[in-house]
T-cell receptor, first 108, second 124 residues
């Protein structure tokens, strides 16, 4: 199975700053099949990005995704207070679908 | 609006089984695949399997083969996940999640709507 490694484990930033989250796959992910989710404490994950760069319905355009092959990135252009959460990448191009271990974005 | 509402928390002893339900509303259950994903305390997400509510066909994660069973009741728009031979490592929040694509096509294997989660605690 494809192992996804997210970095950093924790990102300490202030509101208004730019966040760059990395997701590296152990093998090439086919057809840009990477999604990103946001999870807040006590809540289910929420889909942000699919197809590596496609925004899910209702997601603010400050969230963007990029990458291909084994390296993918989620960027939050200007952090809002509600963006402090844990973010997971997921690959769905190869069975079984797998998730990274998460990056926590915390208030500095 | 689309909602997936799961059954309540469970406490089970090692070796027992648990059955979690997921009731869909706001859309036709048989039109979309449903997945189950679990999350151990403080840990990441693990995909458990998928069911096509239209015909009941299933695919399970290899790590859970033989212990997990997913079924559906179309008359109540409900999907079920049963996990047997429970061990302490099965303690987790269990989520049902809707596949992004409809069941008339290949499953997308990523998820646009999630249930609220069901905590299953396995403890002697």
């Amino acid at each position: 199975e494809i192992v996804l490694t997210q970095s950093p484990g924790t990102l300490s930033l202030s509101p208004g700053e730019r966040a760059t989250l990395s997701c590296r796959a152990s093998h090439s992910v086919s057809s840009y099949s990477v999604a990103w989710y946001q999870q807040k404490p006590g809540q289910a994950p929420n889909l942000l990005i699919y197809g590596a760069s496609g925004g899910a319905t209702g997601i603010p355009d400050r969230f963007s995704g990029s990458g291909s092959g084994t390296d993918f990135t989620l960027t939050i252009s200007r952090l809002e207070p509600e963006d402090f959460a844990v973010y997971y990448c997921q690959q769905y191009g190869s069975s079984p679908p797998t998730f990274g271990q998460g990056t926590k974005v915390e208030i500095k | 609006q689309v909602r997936l509402v799961q059954s309540g928390a469970e406490v089970k002893k090692p070796g027992a089984s648990v059955k979690v339900s997921c009731k869909a509303s706001g859309y036709t259950l048989t039109s979309y695949y449903i997945h189950w994903v679990r999350q151990a305390p403080g840990q990441g997400l693990e995909w458990m399997g998928i069911i096509n509510p239209s015909d009941g066909s299933t695919t399970y994660a290899q790590t859970l083969q033989g212990r997990v069973t997913m079924t559906r009741d179309t008359s109540t728009s409900t999907v079920y996940m049963e996990l047997s031979s429970l061990r302490s490592q099965d303690t987790a929040v269990y989520y049902c999640a809707r596949d992004y694509f409809g069941s008339g096509s290949f499953a997308a294997y990523f998820f646009d709507f999630w249930g609220q989660g069901t905590l299953v605690t396995v403890s002697s």
